[in-house]
């Protein structure tokens, strides 16, 4: 019971990373468009690279987060 629950929060966590990496994706193509420079067409490439980034560490931290969960409920 533990190994679906497990499961399905990390597929939880998944979607929502993917969801963030999206709308990530779509904020620099915004912001390209919008931007008056080159300079600022490459800090929205930062910006995304951070976003995604972070997104990937939650991801992760979540998936540590359930597993440690698991465990304790095992004990």
């Known amino acids: 019971m533990q190994s679906m629950k497990e499961h399905a929060a990390n597929v939880a966590a998944s979607a929502k990373s993917g969801m963030e990496k999206t709308m990530a994706t779509a904020q620099e193509k915004v912001e390209k468009i919008t931007a008056n420079n080159e300079t600022e067409k490459e800090m929205a490439t930062d910006k995304k690279k951070d976003r995604k980034h972070n ?5 992760q931290e979540a998936r540590e987060h359930n597993a440690a969960a698991k465990q304790a409920s095992a004990h």
């Open 55 to 59: 997104a990937e560490a939650r991801k």
